[in-house]
């Protein structure tokens, strides 16, 4: 029935996010004013997030997932392209502007325990936002931190308000994080590797919650992981990162049994199976590393590892985003 | 502030800590009751020397530094006409009148000096008066005879013709036995100074105050300008407190600050701030404040503001920028980034707080630091001129070579209390630092 209402909003409403051709590069320098280069981290992005779905960033460490996450949350300055949310440009928004736009969306990082400052109670921790956006009455402050406990199911409220976070579980912590992301009532949520340090016990716990949130509030959830493995579940799109770049989108089933990418059916392997059998067979995985981002090699960032690499083309010149199958994007010049 | 609370109540494990504690308040109880009952104007007053202490001795010793070392020193005593039985003969045009003043001394020691303060409350003609000494065994000597001003003071002392007369000076030819041996003896007994006065106007009164100066003084002794030590050992308490407090909390909040910010905002911000720091670190402090209070004042407001001004830019910086650092990259300060948190806000409230438990004890042991620093400045003559503090004190022991005259008691109080004080700030400081920093604890 939720799923419905999703549907609704999705159709009513255009993209919430787009990313338009957006490059993050850190300037390497030497001596302090030499410029050596850039690591381009995010590369020449386009994606199209619809209102209220869920969607994953998949790629190995490095890809630069985690930077694209904080170019959109504004953490980076993007040095080349557009964010777009709700039809305005980040690039263009005055300081009011931009802080209105941090309490739309809400950020869930990698390490519960690093994210919540440890000199704070929770309840201090839930205010903080709140104080930070202009909500001067106290009372109402600690009824929307009591809200936000119930929300992630930390209940009752009154048993953790005045705990610290050193006196917390792992998961109570990334509930609490996931609190704090939620009291803004935000449109859309980047959860930047949620789970990655968590026992792996609470971890289908938190990605249930995530999702029931998103489900029930009809948020956007951008949810960056490198464990294909969970993201069925969890999400309803996904776009794999290679090197800065997209390689692959699509929605979930599609893209988990039509993988079109070279690198994304390697990444498909390299899920692990609990198959007896595989104990007698070896996997194919690619050799090598991800690319220096640095000096990225030309052409196809996948061609020195790829095995069905054609000369004089992949090694020459970026492939064009290509529909092999309907909805089903990908970067690859097998498919031109 | 929880960690803060717990470590608090942690202290109470520490003997060190419960001692630096009561050495703190019972500084900081006798601070409280010396500007209350000294005030402040009366201080100064009292420390410009002069006439509240004419009936002081100069430079006596404690009284319990005389009882340790086993003697019976004399003390100064007062004999005042209002308690001797004055004989009166009125006649035409004036009195007669006779003053004994008579005393018990029965000391082991001579007094350090003799002197008569005479007023009289004559219109015009001014009454004529004679001084007759009477020692216990009979003897008399006439002091000779005097007109009287309304404010006459007989410095019996520095009586250079009956100094010749005894062979002796007065304070010890009074006192002494008849026989001609060396070293004099005490003779102890009922003395009398009497007056002979003759008022030629008949409602004109005159009263005497004869004050036998005794060699110790009280609990601290006086100086050379007959001031009781006291005055200035415990009004140096709430100063060097003052000090010491101010200049710490001073230099620690604007060092942290800058630090903090300088970390936060990074590039050249953080540059000006490094090389500042590298600057001011080897920048000699005594003798930029020698300077400024030679050329400029030595008023102790402007010692404390230059003492802050040049603290601001110290090594702390350096410290608390390493501590920092890595503060700066952790991610609940990204996250607070994340939900639009401004700059002041990030530095004062998520980054200074994380590392203010850890620089509670170097507080702590900062403020004694500061507080040798003002008596060392006093000492080298940069003292504040009206205020009386403990490294005053020790300035005037130095100029008067009060070691050399065996004026010990004159440089050890001031120096004794200049210890207790680093002392209890420094047990204090030493436990805070155990409880805040773990990795000193034993576990």
Redesign the interface.
């Known amino acids: 029935m939720s799923a419905s209402i999703r549907e609704v909003r999705t159709s009513a409403t255009g993209p919430v996010l787009s990313v338009r051709d957006l490059h993050t590069w850190f300037e390497l320098r030497q001596w302090g004013f030499l410029r050596v280069g850039s690591v381009r981290a995010v590369d020449g992005v386009n994606f199209d997030l619809k209102a209220g779905e869920a969607v994953a960033f998949v790629g190995e460490s490095g890809c630069g997932k985690s930077s694209l996450a904080?170019t959109l949350?504004?953490?980076h300055q993007p040095t080349r392209g557009e964010v777009i949310f709700e039809g305005r440009s980040l690039g263009t928004l005055d300081a009011a502007e931009?802080?209105a736009y941090?309490?739309r969306?809400?950020?869930v990082?990698?390490?519960p325990y690093?994210?919540?400052?440890?000199?704070m109670?929770v309840r201090r921790i839930l205010h903080?936002?709140l104080i930070?956006?202009g909500v001067r009455n106290r009372a109402e402050r600690d009824q929307r931190a009591r809200e936000a406990l119930e929300e992630v199911r930390l209940s009752p409220p009154e048993d953790f308000l005045s705990k610290?976070p050193h006196m917390l579980s792992g998961g109570q912590q990334q509930r609490v994080?996931i609190a704090?992301a939620l009291i803004?009532r935000p449109a859309m949520i980047i959860a930047d590797e949620p789970v990655s340090m968590l026992d792996a016990s609470v971890r289908v716990e938190i990605l249930q919650l995530l999702r029931s949130i998103q489900i029930d509030h009809g948020l956007t959830l951008a949810f960056i992981t490198h464990d294909l493995s969970t993201v069925r579940h969890f999400a309803e799109r996904i776009f794999v990162m290679y090197a800065g770049r997209i390689v692959e989108q699509a929605e979930v089933n599609e893209l988990l049994n039509h993988p079109q990418h070279p690198y994304t059916q390697a990444l498909l392997t390299a899920i692990s199976d609990p198959d007896p059998d595989n104990a007698r067979q070896q996997r194919e995985v690619p050799s090598g590393e991800p690319p220096s981002l640095l000096k990225p090699p030309a052409g196809c960032r996948f061609h020195p590892r790829c095995n069905r690499m054609i000369a004089g083309t992949c090694d020459q010149e970026y492939p064009p985003d290509l529909e092999p199958r309907p909805g089903h994007g990908t970067a690859c010049w097998l498919y031109r | 502030m929880r960690q803060l609370l717990d470590g608090l109540r942690r202290l109470g494990q520490y003997p060190s800590a419960l001692v630096g504690l009561a050495i703190i308040f019972a500084l900081v109880g006798t601070a409280v009751f010396t500007v209350v009952t000294i005030p402040y104007g009366q201080a100064l007053e009292l420390w410009r020397g002069g006439d509240p202490w004419r009936m002081h001795p100069v430079n006596a010793r404690p009284v319990w530094v005389d009882r340790i070392a086993g003697n019976n020193s004399p003390r100064t005593m007062v004999v005042s006409s209002r308690d001797a039985l004055i004989e009166e003969e009125p006649f035409v045009g004036g009195s007669r009148m006779r003053i004994p003043l008579e005393f018990d001394f029965g000391y082991a020691g001579f007094p350090s000096e003799l002197n008569l303060f005479l007023t009289s409350t004559h219109v015009e003609r001014e009454p004529f008066v004679r001084l007759t000494w009477e020692t216990p065994d009979g003897r008399e000597f006439i002091l000779g005879g005097r007109r009287l001003a309304r404010e006459e003071r007989v410095s019996i002392s520095q009586d250079w013709e009956l100094e010749r007369r005894l062979g002796r000076v007065p304070h010890v030819g009074l006192f002494a036995e008849p026989a001609d041996d060396r070293p004099p003896q005490v003779l102890e007994g009922r003395y009398r100074l009497t007056l002979d006065v003759i008022s030629f106007e008949e409602d004109a009164r005159v009263d005497a105050d004869l004050v036998v100066y005794g060699r110790v003084h009280g609990l601290a002794g006086t100086d050379h300008q007959r001031r009781d030590l006291m005055v200035a050992l415990l009004w140096g308490i709430p100063v060097a407190l003052a000090f010491g407090l101010l200049a710490a909390v001073g230099t620690t909040v604007t060092t942290l600050v800058i630090a903090a910010a300088g970390v936060w905002y990074g590039g050249w911000i953080d540059a000006v701030i490094q090389r500042l720091t590298e600057v001011n670190i080897i920048l000699p402090m005594l003798p930029i404040l020698v300077m400024v209070g030679t050329l400029y004042s030595t008023s102790i407001w402007v010692m404390l503001g230059v003492v802050i001004a040049l603290g601001i830019f110290s090594a702390g910086i350096k410290m608390y920028r390493a501590m920092l650092l890595p503060i700066r990259e952790s991610p609940y300060i990204e996250a607070a980034k994340a939900y639009g948190a401004g700059n002041a806000r990030i530095i004062l409230r998520y980054m200074i707080p994380r590392i203010l438990p850890v620089l509670i004890p170097t507080f702590v042991i900062l403020i004694p630091s500061f507080v040798f620093l003002e008596a060392s400045l006093a000492l080298l003559g940069l003292g504040d001129p009206v205020l009386p503090t403990w490294g005053k004190v020790m300035n005037d022991a130095q100029t008067q070579s009060a070691l050399y005259h065996g004026f010990y008691y004159w440089v050890l109080s001031p120096a004794a209390l200049l210890m207790l004080t680093g002392l209890g700030f420094a047990m204090l400081g030493f436990a805070l630092d155990r409880v805040f920093n773990p990795r000193l604890r034993t576990m």
């Open positions: 904080r949350l504004g953490l931009r802080k941090l309490a969306v809400g950020y990082q990698q390490d690093g994210a919540l400052p440890p000199f109670d903080e936002p930070v956006h610290f994080v704090r803004l």
